[in-house]
């Protein structure tokens, strides 16, 4: 019912929709149908001056008519198209009674065209039939012939067809458009989440790289208030100057990162253990990591290590690193108790263990963290389904 009642996409019948070429072909065929039967009437000599009068002016208030109709179906006003109609059958009836039936068959089959290519068919097909039946009722029998209904009928089948090819044009152009949409959507997302990722990533080096400066900082300054010697606050001020140049390192190392260029885990996590007195342990076959996946290892371990020795003074560390069979990775940091106060516990969180949650989970992967044989052990674990291609470790 819905069908019957709606207009055609506007798109379909609209002169804005169709190519220069296409419009141009449509109005020379048009005028040259309707120039070829007023001379074929008007030429043939058998009709008197006035019939010739009637007749152009039948044909004039036929094309006004129907153009008028035109204008109203684009508009969508279907009380005047449908007058307009009328007015068109009105003048193929008086053409065909007054010699010109070729101009009348002619009237006959724009209103099947126009109607069902441009009437909601609930109404173009009722004025299509009435006004055949009053034309085949009405003309005279040279011209009430079979074969001119089924002409004006052919016609109105054709109308459907454009139809049914304008609303494929429309429903194309309207798939084209929301294809548009959800690709302007999804290359949207990806650019939050690649600023996000940059904004993490950023975050997550500035955070270890001043956490690690606070604790030396905040260790000389304790030195101070205790009245240590001059070489230990020095040592601490060398150590913070240290913290300071290995975080415009990572810095940099980050921001080549974000351009796909990494050293590889396995050298990170070495050079990291070193600086920290910690105790490195590879498992499995070494193997490149993707980029997310080896970030999510280095800043774990980073941050891990620091917490070690701000909560942890003087405890051993032990770093495992396991590559699984599956492609995932695993890497896990266990420190004993601590053999000195933990003068700087309340120094800064840095990063934190929230932050390395986070990270996991937004690899698949989960992270594991809590107190274990008097110290504190934690866990990172990555699923292999999530490791890309491209190698970042």
């Given at each position: 019912?819905?069908?019957?009642?709606?207009?055609?996409?506007?798109?379909?019948?609209?002169?804005?929709?169709?190519?220069?070429?296409?419009r141009?072909?449509?109005?020379?065929?048009?005028?040259?149908?309707?120039?070829?039967?007023?001379?074929?009437?008007?030429?043939?000599?058998?009709?008197?001056?006035?019939q010739?009068?009637?007749?152009?002016?039948?044909?004039?208030?036929?094309?006004?008519?129907?153009?008028?109709?035109?204008?109203?179906?684009?508009?969508?006003?279907?009380?005047?198209?449908?007058?307009?109609?009328?007015?068109?059958?009105?003048?193929?009836?008086?053409?065909a009674?007054?010699?010109?039936?070729?101009?009348?068959?002619?009237?006959?089959?724009?209103?099947?065209?126009?109607?069902?290519?441009?009437?909601?068919?609930?109404?173009?097909?009722?004025?299509?039939?009435?006004?055949?039946?009053?034309?085949?009722?009405?003309?005279?029998?040279?011209?009430?012939h079979?074969?001119?209904?089924?002409?004006?009928?052919?016609?109105?089948?054709?109308?459907?067809?454009?139809?049914?090819?304008?609303?494929?044009?429309?429903n194309?152009?309207?798939?084209?458009?929301?294809?548009?949409?959800?690709?302007?959507?999804?290359?949207?997302?990806?650019?939050?989440?690649?600023?996000?990722r940059?904004?993490?990533?950023?975050?997550?080096?500035?955070?270890?790289?001043?956490?690690?400066?606070?604790?030396?900082?905040?260790?000389?300054?304790?030195?101070?208030?205790?009245?240590?010697?001059?070489?230990?606050?020095?040592?601490?001020?060398?150590a913070?100057?240290?913290?300071?140049?290995?975080?415009?390192?990572?810095?940099?190392?980050?921001?080549?990162?974000?351009?796909?260029?990494?050293?590889?885990?396995?050298?990170?996590?070495?050079?990291?253990?070193?600086?920290?007195?910690?105790?490195?342990?590879?498992?499995?076959?070494?193997?490149?990591?993707?980029?997310?996946?080896?970030?999510?290892?280095?800043?774990?371990?980073?941050?891990?290590?620091?917490?070690?020795?701000?909560?942890?003074?003087?405890?051993s560390?032990?770093?495992?690193?396991?590559?699984?069979?599956?492609?995932?990775?695993?890497?896990?940091?266990?420190?004993?108790p601590?053999?000195?106060?933990?003068?700087?516990?309340?120094?800064?969180?840095?990063?934190?263990?929230?932050?390395?949650?986070?990270?996991?989970?937004?690899?698949?992967?989960?992270?594991e963290?809590?107190?274990?044989?008097?110290?504190?052990?934690?866990?990172?674990?990555?699923?292999?389904?999530?490791?890309?291609?491209?190698?970042?470790?």
């Amino acid at each position: 019912m819905e069908q019957a009642t709606d207009w055609p996409p506007r798109g379909g019948s609209e002169r804005v929709d169709q190519i220069a070429l296409r419009r141009r072909l449509g109005n020379a065929a048009r005028t040259i149908g309707l120039g070829a039967a007023v001379w074929s009437v008007f030429a043939n000599g058998r009709l008197t001056t006035t019939q010739m009068a009637v007749l152009s002016a039948v044909t004039a208030v036929g094309v006004v008519a129907f153009l008028a109709f035109v204008r109203f179906a684009r508009a969508r006003r279907l009380t005047a198209s449908l007058a307009c109609l009328v007015v068109v059958a009105v003048q193929a009836c008086f053409a065909a009674l007054d010699g010109g039936g070729l101009i009348g068959v002619l009237f006959m089959c724009g209103i099947a065209l126009g109607a069902l290519q441009r009437l909601p068919l609930a109404a173009a097909v009722p004025v299509l039939v009435l006004s055949l039946s009053a034309f085949m009722a009405i003309a005279p029998p040279g011209v009430a012939h079979w074969s001119n209904a089924v002409t004006v009928l052919g016609l109105g089948v054709l109308g459907y067809v454009l139809r049914l090819d304008a609303a494929a044009r429309a429903n194309t152009r309207a798939l084209l458009e929301q294809e548009r949409a959800a690709h302007a959507a999804r290359a949207e997302t990806a650019a939050l989440a690649e600023r996000a990722r940059i904004a993490r990533e950023m975050h997550d080096v500035l955070a270890h790289s001043l956490s690690a400066q606070l604790v030396h900082l905040e260790a000389a300054r304790l030195l101070l208030d205790g009245g240590a010697p001059r070489e230990q606050l020095r040592e601490r001020i060398v150590a913070a100057r240290k913290m300071a140049q290995d975080g415009l390192a990572e810095t940099r190392q980050a921001l080549s990162a974000l351009r796909g260029e990494f050293t590889p885990v396995g050298e990170f996590l070495q050079e990291l253990a070193k600086e920290e007195d910690a105790v490195l342990e590879v498992e499995g076959v070494p193997r490149p990591l993707a980029a997310e996946a080896g970030l999510a290892v280095r800043r774990t371990a980073q941050e891990a290590l620091t917490n070690v020795r701000k909560h942890a003074p003087g405890a051993s560390a032990r770093v495992r690193l396991a590559y699984a069979e599956d492609g995932g990775v695993q890497l896990e940091v266990v420190n004993g108790p601590g053999r000195r106060p933990a003068e700087l516990g309340d120094s800064g969180s840095g990063y934190g263990l929230l932050g390395m949650r986070e990270r996991a989970e937004l690899l698949g992967g989960e992270l594991e963290a809590g107190p274990r044989e008097g110290g504190f052990r934690v866990l990172l674990t990555l699923p292999g389904e999530r490791q890309g291609p491209s190698a970042a470790g």
